[in-house]
């Protein structure tokens, strides 16, 4: 089993140190606040090095010399690290306790140590740019296999989920393994374990995290499908509760893909969960007899709502929100309106946007805007009465993986309600400028970065993003242009 890194400045920081030693709040202790200008301006760059920056980064700048660095290795990244922080791993800044000259002595020292290794070259971190911003990559956390799924706990402590089955919580730079996840996972194909989710129940105040799988078919694991269980929180482990089991989108099936799944609680106080069709496109997104293919709702309690569209009809799953899905693999609340929104992937062509509405119809595969990925037709019909348009689809397919939307934080006004979403064919994460509900403008973001596989953001408008095959987590930062 590998273990995720944690990156803080130099990739070989060990986790949860800072540049400068805090005290266990996290900030300078008042002692050091007094004497800082006058304790660094007043000695050398190694003594004062010595004085604030040993006790965690080792002596003679131990941590900086043949590491990987995350955050950037140029004079103007080093000295941006020391002046402003980087909370969400723990350090705080030194901009108010350090004048500048002393942190251009520190960062002049640091860089000097490292250089001390043979083909050391300076470099800046990942960065994109568009229009109007350019965003920084840094990255938080490596070493991760395959992650899937990615949800808050807190704005500075994140749960992270791997397909083979370990989940893992980062918590302000620090990574510890979750016990006590399913042991019944279908790790073949596309399954694994999915999606994550931490919510805190408004009337009793309990933490649940809930997590979506392919599920081992009872027996064996021949047949499988998409799962949802739930554990009380218990984050002095960390690890789960016994799990409660909520949901199997049966039938199982021998089949090892399209699963969807991502779970969230909508604005209404309802639990939505997306689940793919299995690759069996002409068995099960136009019936209401089987749980593939669809978009189900459920209260946080697993048990079903009675304003369910479909409660009471003979022969229907009671949970079918929505349906003639294909393989949803995004979904968010809109954090102003609550409104859910999905993306599926099409087939070659025909990825789409959508607004899961009660009781309605998505049409997959009776209409479509895409083709079989050899290239013959699966249908000439996009429209036909009683079937639902999507609010954007993409010609080609991007694999449209993750779902977020831009809010708050240190963004631009002019970035405020877009869409962010991953593109695992492509390996870039996609903004959808909107205007009026519609997108009017796409833009490539960290084009080459890998197979974005989710997207996160935390109350205060952090955006995460996670990356299989490269097994990273990035935190972007908006860097305004002037």
Same mark, same amino acid.
């Given at each position: 089993?590998?273990?995720?890194?944690?990156?803080?400045?130099?990739?070989?920081?060990?986790?949860?140190?800072?540049?400068?030693?805090?005290?266990? !709040?996290?900030?300078?202790?008042?002692?050091?606040? !007094?004497?800082?200008?006058?304790?660094?301006?007043?000695?050398?760059?190694?003594?004062?090095?010595?004085?604030?920056?040993?006790?965690?980064?080792?002596?003679n700048g131990r941590d900086f010399v043949a590491r990987t660095w995350k955050l950037g290795s140029t004079s103007e990244d080093v000295a941006r690290v020391?002046?402003?922080? *980087?909370?969400?791993?723990?350090?705080? &800044? *030194?901009?108010?306790?350090?004048?500048?000259?002393?942190?251009?002595?520190?960062?002049? *020292?640091?860089?000097?140590?490292?250089?001390?290794?043979?083909?050391?070259?300076?470099?800046?971190?990942?960065?994109?740019?568009?229009?109007?911003?350019?965003?920084?990559?840094?990255?938080?956390?490596?070493?991760?296999?395959?992650?899937?799924?990615?949800?808050?706990?807190?704005?500075?402590?994140?749960?992270?989920?791997?397909?083979?089955?370990?989940?893992?919580?980062?918590?302000?730079?620090?990574?510890?393994?979750?016990?006590?996840?399913?042991?019944?996972?279908?790790?073949? $194909?596309?399954?694994?374990?999915?999606?994550?989710?931490?919510?805190?129940?408004?009337?009793?105040?309990?933490?649940?995290?809930?997590?979506?799988?392919?599920?081992?078919?009872?027996?064996?694991?021949?047949?499988?499908?998409?799962?949802?269980?739930?554990?009380?929180?218990?984050?002095?482990?960390?690890?789960?509760?016994?799990?409660?089991?909520?949901?199997?989108?049966?039938?199982?099936?021998?089949?090892?893909?399209? *699963?969807?799944?991502?779970?969230?609680?909508?604005?209404?106080?309802?639990?939505?969960?997306?689940?793919?069709?299995?690759?069996?496109?002409?068995?099960?997104?136009?019936?209401?007899?089987?749980?593939?293919?669809?978009?189900?709702?459920?209260?946080?309690?697993?048990?079903?709502?009675?304003? @369910?569209?479909?409660?009471?009809?003979?022969?229907?799953?009671?949970?079918?929100?929505?349906?003639?899905?294909?393989?949803?693999?995004?979904?968010?609340?809109?954090?102003?309106?609550?409104?859910?929104?999905?993306?599926?992937?099409?087939?070659? $062509?025909?990825?789409?946007?959508?607004?899961?509405?009660?009781?309605? @119809?998505? $049409?997959?595969?009776?209409i479509t805007f895409g083709k079989n990925y050899t290239g013959t037709i699966i249908t000439r019909d996009t429209a036909m009465a009683g079937m639902e348009?999507?609010?954007?689809?993409?010609?080609?397919?991007? &694999?449209?993986?993750?779902?977020?939307?831009?809010?708050?934080?240190?963004?631009?006004?002019?970035?405020?309600?877009?869409?962010?979403?991953?593109?695992?064919?492509?390996?870039?994460?996609?903004?959808?400028?909107?205007?009026?509900?519609?997108?009017?403008?796409?833009?490539?973001?960290?084009?080459?970065?890998?197979?974005?596989?989710?997207?996160?953001? @935390?109350?205060?408008?952090?955006?995460?993003?996670?990356?299989?095959?490269?097994?990273?987590?990035?935190?972007?930062?908006?860097?305004?242009?002037?």
């Amino acid at each position: 089993m590998r273990s995720p890194l944690l990156l803080l400045l130099a990739g070989g920081v060990a986790a949860g140190s800072v540049i400068f030693s805090p005290d266990d !709040a996290g900030h300078p202790s008042q002692g050091a606040t !007094a004497s800082a200008g006058a304790g660094a301006a007043s000695g050398a760059a190694p003594e004062a090095y010595t004085q604030w920056c040993a006790s965690c980064h080792g002596p003679n700048g131990r941590d900086f010399v043949a590491r990987t660095w995350k955050l950037g290795s140029t004079s103007e990244d080093v000295a941006r690290v020391i002046r402003e922080g *980087y909370p969400l791993l723990g350090m705080p &800044g *030194y901009g108010e306790v350090l004048q500048d000259e002393d942190i251009v002595a520190l960062t002049d *020292y640091v860089l000097e140590q490292a250089s001390t290794e043979r083909g050391f070259r300076a470099e800046a971190p990942t960065t994109t740019a568009t229009d109007d911003l350019t965003v920084r990559a840094n990255v938080v956390m490596e070493g991760l296999e395959t992650p899937w799924g990615m949800d808050f706990v807190d704005d500075t402590t994140l749960l992270v989920t791997e397909r083979e089955g370990r989940i893992w919580l980062w918590e302000a730079g620090k990574v510890k393994p979750v016990a006590g996840g399913p042991t019944d996972i279908h790790v073949r $194909g596309q399954g694994g374990l999915l999606d994550v989710m931490h919510w805190v129940d408004p009337q009793d105040g309990q933490a649940w995290v809930y997590l979506t799988y392919s599920k081992n078919e009872p027996g064996g694991d021949k047949g499988s499908a998409t799962a949802l269980v739930r554990g009380r929180w218990m984050p002095d482990g960390p690890a789960l509760g016994p799990l409660e089991n909520l949901f199997v989108a049966e039938p199982y099936e021998s089949t090892h893909h399209h *699963y969807g799944s991502r779970v969230a609680v909508g604005g209404d106080g309802k639990l939505y969960l997306t689940c793919g069709e299995r690759g069996m496109r002409d068995v099960h997104p136009q019936t209401l007899t089987t749980s593939p293919g669809k978009v189900h709702r459920f209260n946080p309690d697993g048990s079903v709502p009675q304003d @369910n569209p479909f409660v009471g009809e003979p022969g229907s799953v009671p949970s079918i929100w929505s349906w003639g899905h294909r393989n949803p693999q995004g979904m968010t609340v809109h954090p102003e309106t609550g409104a859910v929104w999905t993306h599926e992937h099409g087939p070659k $062509g025909g990825d789409e946007i959508n607004l899961p509405e009660r009781g309605k @119809n998505y $049409g997959w595969p009776v209409i479509t805007f895409g083709k079989n990925y050899t290239g013959t037709i699966i249908t000439r019909d996009t429209a036909m009465a009683g079937m639902e348009q999507p609010l954007y689809y993409w010609l080609p397919s991007i &694999g449209a993986c993750g779902l977020e939307i831009v809010h708050g934080g240190d963004w631009p006004d002019g970035w405020q309600g877009d869409l962010l979403v991953g593109s695992l064919s492509f390996e870039y994460l996609e903004r959808l400028h909107l205007e009026n509900g519609r997108v009017v403008q796409r833009d490539r973001l960290l084009e080459g970065i890998g197979r974005v596989r989710d997207i996160a953001r @935390n109350s205060r408008g952090d955006l995460f993003v996670a990356v299989e095959g490269t097994g990273k987590v990035y935190h972007l930062v908006p860097v305004t242009q002037d």
